[in-house]
C-alpha cells in the first residue's frame, strides 16, 4: 500500500504542471483573441471603416466608438418594396403631443413609408443590374438615415454626410438593424464648397431642420431653441475619387444646396452616362435664407452639362440627357 502511495503522489506532481500549462496556454489564447477581434474593424457590429474613401481632411464616422443613442424607438417603415428599419431623433412634446410614429408605433402600426425612400428605390430600381451596383449612391444631409438605408437594403454602396451627432447615432442604430455595415460609410460632416469649419444651427425638437443659415433653420419652427455650434465642412469632390462611379447623389441641406452642388463641380462635370443622376431640395424660402435661389442653381448645372430638369414637389431631379 506504500508503494502504491508513492506512486500516485508522484503521478500527482506530474499532472499539476502539465495542468498548468493547459491553463497558461488557454489563458493566452484567450487574450490573444481578444486582442485581435478589437482590433479588427471587421469585428465592430456597426460599421467596417472604409479608408479608399477619406482624404487628408476627413476619415469616416466610426460608430464602434461612438456612444450608444438612447432611449431607441425604431420600427420597419409601410409599404416599400424594399422595406428597412429606422429610429426616431426627436418623439415630439411627450406626453402631451408625441411624434406621429411613436402613436403608430403605440397601435403596432409600422413607421409612415418617408418619400424620400421610396423616391430613391423608383429611381434606383432601374439600376439594379450587376454592373450599376458597383456604383455609389451619396446622401447628403442624410438625417437619420432614410435615403441611405433605402439604397443600402437593395444592395448599394452609400455614402452618407450628417453634421448633427445625434442623427449619426441614429443612423449607427440603422446600420446594426438592417445589417448593412459592409454597404454605408458615415461622415460627420456639412458638405459645402470648402474644406474648414463652418457654423452650423441645431434645430432642438426638430434636428431635421438644422441648417447652416440660422434663419433658415427656424423658418418653420420659430419657438424652437436653435444652437450654434461649429462643424467639418467638406466638398464631395474632395471625398469621392474622379475614378469612383456614381449613380445618384441626393442633397437635402435646408438651403446650403447651391455650396454642395458647387464643390462637386468635378463630379457633376463628368460625361453624359458617368455623371450622377441628381435629386435636390429646391425650396426658394430656403435657399434666399441662406443668400441662393433657384436660379443660380440651375444656371450653375446648365454650365456643367445638366440641361434637363424637373421638379418633384419641392425637389428637382437632373440628369444629362
Same mark, same amino acid.
Given at each position: 500500500? /506504500? ?29 490573444? #483573441?481578444?486582442?485581435?477581434? &478589437? ?5 465592430? *457590429? #456597426? ?6 474613401? $477619406?482624404?487628408?481632411?476627413? &476619415? ?8 450608444? &443613442? #438612447? ?26 403631443? *408625441?411624434?406621429?410614429?411613436? @402613436? ?5 402600426? *409600422? ?25 455609389? @449612391? ?13 439604397? =443600402? ?9 450628417? *453634421?448633427?451627432?445625434?442623427?449619426? $447615432? ?13 454597404? @454605408?460609410?458615415?461622415?460627420?460632416? /456639412?458638405? &459645402? ?60 441641406? $435646408? ?19 458617368? =455623371? ?17 435661389? /433657384? ?6 448645372? #446648365? ?7 424637373? $421638379? !418633384?414637389?419641392?425637389?428637382? !431631379?437632373?440628369?444629362?440627357?
Amino acid at each position: 500500500m /506504500a508503494n502504491a502511495w508513492k506512486r500516485d503522489s508522484k503521478q500527482s506532481r506530474l499532472r499539476f504542471p502539465l495542468i498548468l500549462l493547459l491553463f497558461i496556454s488557454l489563458f493566452l489564447l484567450f487574450i490573444f #483573441y481578444f486582442f485581435t477581434s &478589437s482590433n479588427n474593424p471587421n469585428s465592430n *457590429p #456597426y460599421l467596417s471603416v472604409k479608408t479608399q474613401f $477619406q482624404s487628408s481632411s476627413i &476619415s469616416p464616422f466610426n460608430c464602434k466608438k461612438c456612444p450608444q &443613442s #438612447y432611449p431607441i424607438i425604431a420600427n420597419i417603415v409601410e409599404n416599400l418594396k424594399y422595406p428597412f428599419i429606422y429610429s426616431l431623433p426627436d418623439f415630439g412634446k411627450l406626453p402631451d403631443k *408625441p411624434h406621429k410614429n411613436i @402613436v403608430r408605433f403605440l397601435k403596432g402600426k *409600422p413607421f409612415r413609408k418617408p418619400d424620400i425612400s421610396e423616391t430613391i428605390q423608383e429611381v434606383l430600381e432601374g439600376m439594379k443590374d450587376k454592373k450599376n451596383k458597383e456604383g455609389l @449612391v451619396v446622401d447628403v444631409g442624410a438625417n437619420v438615415g432614410m435615403a441611405s438605408f433605402a439604397a =443600402a437594403v437593395m444592395g448599394f454602396r452609400v455614402l452618407s454626410f450628417e *453634421p448633427v451627432f445625434e442623427n449619426l $447615432q441614429r443612423i449607427c442604430d440603422g446600420i446594426w438593424f438592417n445589417r448593412i455595415e459592409d454597404s @454605408v460609410t458615415v461622415f460627420e460632416a /456639412a458638405v &459645402s464648397d470648402r474644406i474648414g469649419n463652418i457654423t452650423f444651427h441645431k434645430l432642438v425638437g426638430r434636428l431635421d431642420n438644422s441648417a447652416v443659415s440660422a434663419t433658415g433653420a427656424k423658418l418653420a419652427f420659430k419657438s424652437n431653441e436653435e444652437i450654434a455650434l461649429q462643424v467639418r465642412s467638406i466638398p464631395l469632390d474632395e471625398v469621392i475619387p474622379e475614378s469612383e462611379p456614381v449613380l445618384l447623389v441626393k442633397i437635402d441641406v $435646408q438651403g446650403w444646396e447651391y455650396h454642395v452642388l458647387k464643390g462637386a463641380t468635378k463630379l457633376l462635370s463628368r460625361k453624359k452616362g458617368e =455623371a450622377p443622376y441628381l435629386i435636390y431640395e429646391e425650396d426658394e424660402r430656403l435657399l434666399q435664407a441662406s443668400n441662393s435661389s /433657384a436660379k443660380e442653381i440651375r444656371d450653375f448645372l #446648365y454650365s456643367v452639362g445638366y440641361h434637363h430638369c424637373s $421638379q !418633384h414637389g419641392t425637389d428637382a !431631379h437632373c440628369i444629362k440627357d
